[in-house]
Nanobody, 116 residues
Framework: QVHLVESGGGLVQAGGSLRLSCTASGFSFSTSSMGWYRQAPGEQRDLIARISSGGFTTYADSVKGRFTISRDNTQNTVSLQLNSLKPEDTAVYYC??????????WGKGTLVTVSS
C-alpha cells in the first residue's frame, strides 16, 4: 500500500526558510518521479517542483531560484527546501507520485504559513 507522509511545515516570517520532507513507502521509490504541489485557500492545487528518478528537476516559475527539491533513495524521502519565503507561499504542501498505469497518490499535506 502506497503511503506518502509529509512533515516540516509550520509558521515562519517572510524571508525565512523551511525544509519539508516526504517519506514514501509501498512502491519502488528509486524508480519513481516525485513531486511537490501546494494549495492555497480557495485556490487549485498546483505543481511547484518535480524530481525524476534520475534526479532531473523542474520548478514552477513562482518558486524557481527559491525552492530546491531533492531526493534520498536510501531513505525513500523527497525533500523541499523553501528559502526566501513570501506570504503568498502560504499553502498546504502535498507530496505526490504517479505510478505506472497513471495512478496518482497524495500525502495528507503539511501547512506552511508565512507571516508578513
Amino acid at each position: 500500500q502506497v503511503h506518502l507522509v509529509e512533515s516540516g511545515g509550520g509558521l515562519v516570517q517572510a524571508g525565512g526558510s523551511l525544509r519539508l520532507s516526504c517519506t514514501a513507502s509501498g512502491f519502488s521509490f528509486s524508480t519513481s518521479s516525485m513531486g511537490w504541489y501546494r494549495q492555497a485557500p480557495g485556490e487549485q492545487r498546483d505543481l511547484i517542483a518535480r524530481i525524476s528518478s534520475g534526479g532531473f528537476t523542474t520548478y514552477a516559475d513562482s518558486v524557481k531560484g527559491r525552492f530546491t527539491i531533492s531526493r534520498d533513495n536510501t531513505q525513500n524521502t523527497v525533500s523541499l527546501q523553501l528559502n526566501s519565503l513570501k506570504p503568498e507561499d502560504t499553502a498546504v504542501y502535498y507530496c505526490n507520485t504517479i505510478l505506472r498505469g497513471g495512478t496518482t497518490f497524495w500525502g495528507k499535506g503539511t501547512l506552511v504559513t508565512v507571516s508578513s
